[in-house]
C-alpha cells in the first residue's frame, strides 16, 4: 500500500455479531463496560467432562444454533455492514468477497456426523461437508454475493489477511468496493483442540496481566465493506499493512520479538509513516504466557516511547480467525465515535512484559492507528487505519 | 505486468477406485530428498505440500521477497476426519499436534521452513477454483510489487477410507481418485521473451461474460488447447470448438492445477485456457507458452 496513492481504500460499512449484541452500537456500548459476562460450556461428549469459559453469540432474536441460524448471524453482519455503504442489490453480483475463518463450517460437520452417528447410521460420514465454500456459498445464493470469493485460513490472521488482500485490490484498481467478513462459529474441534493445549483461562482473560494464564473463545461475525476513495475524503482507511510468516514454531510467535516486530515496521513502511505517527495500537493481546510475552518485545522493540494500546479479546473472547474483521470494526467503530476503547481484564504490571494496556477509555482523534494479529502456523499481520476528519 | 511461470513442480499420484484400493502411497521415504530437516508429526496434507513444493523449488532456495500461496479444495481433510472420529466414537480430546494440523496453513510453516521463507504466506481456497483463487492473490502481489516472486501451490490429499472420500468428493466408489501438489513458481516477466506466461486469471459473472472473455481472442485457435470439467451446455456453446486437453486425471479437487502442469510440461498447444463452472459463475485462466 503506498502512502499518498490517489485510490485508497476507505472502511464505509460495518456490521458486528458478537458476544455484546448483534447491532453494532450494542457492540460498541458493550466492549465500553470492560469485563463481559464469561459463560461456562460443558463439553460433556468426553468419558471426563471439560468445563471451559466460553463467550458464544448473542441474537436478540434468540436464534438456534444450528446451520441456518449460525449462517443467519454472518447474514446479519454482512446486511448491517452492505446497508451502512449504501451497496445496492444489482451491484452485489460483482463485488469480491474475502472471508477469513479458522473453522469455517466445521460446527455444522461436527452436527451432522453426531446426528448420524445418534440415529445408528452405520454409513456416518465424518466431515460431511468438506472444504471451505459453505458460507460464501450460503451469501451468494440468500445475499446475492455472487463476485469472486477468497476463503483465508490463516488462522487468527484469517480475517486480518482478507482485509489487507481486500485493500490491496481496491488500491490496485482491481475492484471498487469489496466485503472482508470474518467467521468464527461456536465448534467442539476448536474448544477441544485448545483445551488440548492447556491454553484456555480458568476463568477470564487477562491480557498482558501477571496473573494471566489463557485465552476464553468468543463466537462472532464481523463485516467490513470496502470502498475506493481519493485521499482528500474524510474517514477511516486502510493506510497500510503486512503480512509475514515466522517460522520459529508452529504455536507460538519468537518470544524475542524479533518477527512479530518486522512485521509492524514493514507495515509502517507500506502506509509511508514513521513510528511516531502511531496514535495508538491494537494488541493482539491473547493473554497466554508465551504470546503476550512475544508481542511485549516486539513492541517494545519498535516503539522506544510507548503509544497508548488496548487489548480486545478480553471483552469479546477470541474469535480467532474473525478476529481480524470483528476487532477492527470494533476499533473503527469507536473511532468514528472518538474513543478508544478499554481493555478489560488487566490489573496487575508485569515488569517482565514491560507494557501496560489502557484499561479506561480515553479520547482518540485523527492519525494513524496499528492493529496487531498474529497466529498459528507463524502467520503475523499487522494493518495501519488512518482517520481522516470530514471536511464538514 | 506480463507474469512468468519460471519453474513448475508436482507430486501426483493415481489411486484407482475406492472399490479396489485401501491405502495410500506411504510418502515419507520421499520427503528426504526434498527437506532439509527433518519434520516429525507432520500430516499427510503436509507431506504433499512439502514434496511438490521441493519438486519446483530444486535446488531449494528462493530470494527473501517470494511470497508463498497455497490453496486446497479440500484442505487437510485426512486430519480433520481423524480429529472428529477421536471425539465423537472414541470420545477423546485431540492431541495438540493433531489439532493444529487440522488449520491448513500448517502446510505453509512446513513449506515457508523448509524454503528459509519468512514473506507473506497466504492460504487461500475457493471450493471450485482453487487455484485462480491463490494466482488471482499472487497476481495482485507481483502487480503491486509488495513481492519479488511467488510461489503458488494447490494440494488436495485423499483420505482413508477412500469409499468416504468418494462421497465426500460426490462420486462413485467406482471412479478413479488422485490426490495431487501441483506447484507454480512466478516472477514478473523481464526484458527477454518468457517461454511461458500466465496472460489471464479472471473470475467472470455468467455465460455472456464468459463469451466475451473468449471473444478477446484472435489468435489461431489451431495453437489452442482448453481443459475444463463438467460445463454447462450453455457455456459450452460460448466457448470456441478448441481441442481438450486429455489430462489423464483422477478425481480430486486440485484436478484443473494438475491439467496446467501437464500442459506446461507437454508437447500439445502454445496456449491453455481452463474453464471452472462454480454456481453459474465461470473461473477461467489462460497460459500461453511452456515450459
Redesign the interface.
Known amino acids: 500500500m503506498m502512502a499518498g496513492s490517489e485510490r485508497r481504500a476507505e472502511i464505509c460499512g460495518l456490521g458486528l455479531v458478537t458476544s455484546l449484541g448483534d447491532r453494532l452500537d450494542d457492540n460498541l456500548a458493550g466492549i465500553m463496560r470492560g469485563a463481559p459476562a464469561y459463560r461456562c460450556r460443558t463439553l460433556d461428549?468426553?468419558?471426563e467432562p471439560?468445563d471451559v469459559p466460553y463467550l458464544p453469540i448473542r441474537r436478540s432474536d434468540a436464534a438456534g444454533a444450528r446451520e441456518d441460524a449460525t449462517f443467519a448471524s454472518v447474514g446479519l453482519a454482512v446486511e448491517h455492514a452492505l446497508s451502512e455503504a449504501g451497496v445496492e442489490a444489482a451491484d452485489r453480483?460483482?463485488m469480491p468477497v474475502y472471508i477469513g475463518s479458522?473453522s469455517y463450517a466445521?460446527g455444522q460437520?461436527?452436527a451432522l456426523?453426531?446426528d448420524a452417528?445418534a440415529a445408528g447410521d452405520a454409513d456416518a460420514?465424518?466431515?460431511?461437508l468438506?472444504?471451505?465454500?459453505q458460507v460464501?456459498?450460503y451469501l451468494?445464493?440468500e445475499h446475492g454475493l455472487?463476485?469472486?470469493?477468497?476463503?483465508?485460513?490463516?488462522?487468527c490472521t484469517s480475517s486480518a489477511?482478507a482485509l489487507l488482500?481486500a485493500a490491496?485490490?481496491i488500491?490496485?484498481g482491481?475492484c471498487d468496493r469489496a466485503l472482508v467478513v470474518g467467521v468464527e462459529l461456536g465448534n467442539?474441534?476448536t474448544l477441544?483442540?485448545?483445551?488440548?493445549?492447556q491454553l484456555l483461562a480458568d476463568d477470564c482473560m487477562r491480557p498482558f496481566d501477571r496473573r494471566r494464564n489463557g485465552l476464553v473463545l468468543g463466537e462472532g461475525c464481523g463485516a467490513i465493506v470496502l470502498r475506493a476513495a481519493s485521499a482528500d475524503v474524510g474517514g477511516v482507511f486502510v493506510a497500510g499493512g503486512?503480512?509475514?510468516?515466522?517460522?520459529f514454531s508452529?504455536?507460538t510467535s519468537n518470544p524475542d520479538g524479533s518477527?512479530i516486530a518486522?512485521v509492524m515496521r514493514e507495515a509502517l513502511t507500506s502506509a509511508g509513516i514513521e513510528v511516531d505517527a502511531i496514535a495508538a495500537i491494537k494488541a493482539h493481546g491473547t493473554a497466554s504466557p508465551m504470546n503476550d510475552d512475544a508481542e511485549a518485545a516486539g513492541m517494545r522493540q519498535v516503539f522506544a516511547d510507548m503509544p497508548p494500546f488496548v487489548a480486545l479479546k478480553s471483552s469479546i473472547g477470541h474469535t480467532l480467525g474473525a478476529c481480524g474483521a470483528t476487532e477492527t470494526a470494533f476499533i473503527v467503530a469507536a473511532l468514528r465515535a472518538g474513543v478508544l476503547p478499554p481493555t478489560a481484564g488487566f490489573a496487575e504490571y508485569d515488569d517482565r512484559l514491560g507494557v501496560r494496556p489502557q484499561v479506561s477509555a480515553r479520547p482518540a482523534g485523527a492519525g494513524y492507528y496499528m492493529l496487531n494479529f498474529f497466529?498459528?502456523?507463524?502467520?503475523n499481520a499487522s494493518v495501519i487505519l488512518e482517520t481522516v476528519r470530514r471536511a464538514d | 505486468m506480463r507474469i512468468e511461470v519460471a519453474a513448475a513442480g508436482e507430486y501426483y499420484a493415481d489411486l484407482g477406485a475406492a472399490d479396489q484400493l485401501h491405502e495410500v502411497k506411504d510418502l515419507r521415504p520421499l520427503l528426504a530428498a526434498v527437506c532439509r530437516e527433518r519434520f516429525r508429526r507432520i500430516d499427510r496434507f503436509t507431506q504433499l505440500a512439502l514434496l511438490g513444493s521441493g519438486h519446483c523449488v530444486r535446488d531449494g532456495r528462493l530470494p527473501a521477497d517470494t511470497g508463498l500461496y497455497i490453496s486446497s479444495g479440500f484442505g487437510s481433510i485426512a486430519n480433520t476426519v481423524n480429529v472428529q472420529r477421536q471425539m465423537f466414537i472414541d470420545r477423546r480430546v485431540p492431541k495438540p499436534l493433531t489439532f493444529i494440523n487440522t488449520l491448513s496453513n500448517s502446510a505453509g510453516y512446513y513449506v515457508a521452513r523448509n524454503l528459509g521463507l519468512t514473506a507473506r504466506n497466504q492460504f487461500v481456497s475457493r471450493d471450485a477454483a482453487p487455484l485462480e483463487a491463490a494466482l488471482q492473490l499472487a497476481t495482485l502481489d507481483l502487480v503491486r510489487g509488495d513481492i519479488g516472486q511467488a510461489l503458488v501451490g494447490v494440494v488436495d490429499e485423499a483420505s482413508l477410507p477412500l469409499d468416504e472420500h468418494a462421497r465426500r468428493l460426490g462420486v462413485g466408489a467406482d471412479v478413479p481418485l488422485a490426490e495431487g501438489s501441483h506447484w507454480l513458481l512466478l516472477r514478473p516477466a523481464g526484458a527477454s521473451v518468457p517461454s511461458a506466461t500466465l496472460a489471464a486469471v479472471d473470475t467472470l459473472a455468467d455465460v455472456a461474460a464468459l463469451s466475451a472473455w473468449f471473444a478477446r481472442f484472435d489468435a489461431s485457435p489451431d495453437a489452442r488447447i482448453w481443459f475444463a470439467d463438467d460445463v454447462s451446455p450453455p457455456a459450452r456453446a460460448a466457448c470456441p470448438m478448441l481441442e481438450r486437453l486429455e489430462a489423464a486425471l483422477g478425481v480430486y479437487r486440485s484436478r484443473t492445477a494438475g491439467a496446467v502442469l501437464r500442459y506446461l510440461s507437454g508437447t500439445t498447444g502454445e496456449e491453455l485456457i481452463t474453464v471452472v463452472e462454480d454456481d453459474g459463475r465461470y473461473h477461467v485462466m489462460r497460459f500461453v507458452g511452456r515450459l
Not at chain 1, 455472487?146 to 488462522?155: E, I, K, S, W
Open positions: 461428549i468426553f468419558d471439560i453480483r460483482s479458522s466445521i460437520s461436527e456426523f453426531a452417528l460420514l465424518a466431515v460431511p468438506a472444504g471451505f465454500g460464501s456459498r451468494r445464493h455472487a463476485g469472486a470469493d477468497f476463503l483465508f485460513n490463516t488462522a489477511n488482500v490491496a485490490a488500491e490496485a482491481r467442539l474441534t477441544a483442540g485448545f483445551c488440548g493445549m503486512a503480512s509475514g510468516c515466522d517460522t508452529i504455536s518477527r518486522a497466529g498459528f502456523g507463524g502467520n
